[in-house]
């Protein structure tokens, strides 16, 4: 039988950041939440991404016991600037498609666990972060994002991983609060260019850029274009102003070689021009969450980044788009693009 020391150093053997167990409970205060706030939280169970059902281990698993909590720093190496530029770093060396680098390390951890008898599973749809915070890893900010007490400095830049099991463990002391130091004066809250950040530590993700690029029903409403800058796909201004990731944004990293060799693949003008097979091959691998059939919407956003760029040496693309995207909203899109150029073009 696996003790708890057994399972902690096999993780930290496997090089993730820490780990960490609370028990199976369900999250009841998350799943009332939601039930009150249907109107922000809606779309999500439209999508079915079960926000609700997640909030009780024995819906993943008959019989669960405990939650194992591991941690993943995604922000160990550096990346290069055009990618942290228009994408939100959580997204920049993600293999939930090509499964070629967590996801191994995960299956590894699984296969530990049976070894030992047992039974897990992985579910997308539990309250990761509140399950970190239950297992006493860390604490949450005005931001809503999680901040790991040990290590990466005390920084956002992780992300739980979840396991459910069917064996008890001594569950952790819970540090479910918000950990920001009483001098901050909100810097995320008033950072945040759509003001989705409440500045209780609570969110509406309607309003966050990172919905609004990938989830985002039809073309962009003219006063979120502005605000919503040069994102693509996610955001993280609300971590890169927080001094809570000083420490760690500050550090020399070694630059992560797999985004680097892919970062001209995301370039705004091929983003913009790209079609299906160019999609599938190139980009829908590394992000995942809008398919080829709302190709517009990357289009849409590739152009809004260009406009917010003021750069004219956009300007050609946006022409060709303008004539040749047979999308109504991408061409709406990059004439609001153009229109935003051109004046700081005339004025130079
Ligand atoms: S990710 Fe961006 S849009 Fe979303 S809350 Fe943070 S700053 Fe606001
Ligand atoms: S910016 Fe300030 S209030 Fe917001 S999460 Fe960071 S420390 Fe907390």
């Not at 698993?61 to 939650?67: D, E, N, R």
């Not at 897990?120 to 900010?141: D, E, I, M, Y």
């Not at 091959?281 to 980044?305: C, D, G, V």
């Not at 899109?333 to 700081?344: D, F, G, H, S, T």
Request: charged share 25%.
């Amino acid at each position: 039988m696996l003790t708890k020391q057994d399972i902690i150093a096999e993780a930290l053997r496997l090089e993730f950041a820490d780990i960490g167990c609370t028990d199976a409970a369900p999250f009841s205060s998350r799943k009332h939440y939601l039930l009150a706030h249907q109107e922000e939280y809606g779309w999500a169970e439209k999508l079915g991404l079960s926000l609700l059902s997640g909030t009780d281990p024995q819906t993943i698993m008959t019989g669960a016991k405990a939650i194992i909590v591991l941690l993943v720093s995604y922000f160990e190496e550096s990346f290069p600037l055009q990618m942290e530029r228009n994408f939100g770093r959580c997204y920049l060396d993600d293999d939930r498609v090509t499964k070629d680098g967590l996801a191994l390390k995960i299956k590894a951890m699984r296969q530990f666990l049976r070894s030992g008898g047992i039974d897990s599973k992985v579910p997308f749809n539990l309250p990761h972060r509140l399950a970190a915070a239950r297992a006493g890893l860390g604490t949450f900010g005005k931001n809503c994002l999680f901040y790991f007490s040990r290590q990466v400095r005390g920084s956002s830049f992780v992300y739980p991983v979840a396991i459910v099991v069917d064996q008890e463990f001594e569950p952790a002391e819970p540090t479910v609060r918000i950990g920001c130091p009483d001098w901050c004066r909100n810097a995320c809250v008033a950072a945040c260019p759509t003001r989705a950040l409440q500045g209780n530590g609570r969110i509406d993700p309607r309003k966050c850029i990172s919905y609004l690029t990938y989830y985002g029903e039809d073309l962009t409403p003219l006063e979120l274009r502005e605000p919503m800058g040069m994102y693509v796909y996610g955001c993280d201004r609300c971590q890169n102003v927080c001094p809570r990731n000083t420490a760690w944004m500050t550090e020399t990293k070694p630059q992560n070689p797999r985004v680097a060799s892919k970062s001209n693949n995301f370039d705004l003008s091929r983003l913009l021009h790209m079609d299906k097979a160019y999609f599938e091959k190139k980009i829908r691998p590394h992000m995942f969450y809008m398919s080829a059939e709302n190709l517009w919407r990357w289009q849409m956003n590739a152009a809004r980044a260009m406009g917010n760029s003021l750069n004219p040496a956009y300007l050609a693309d946006l022409n060709r788009a303008l004539t040749e995207n047979p999308d109504k909203r991408v061409q709406s899109m990059c004439a609001w693009a153009l229109e935003r150029i051109e004046p700081v073009k005339r004025e130079a």
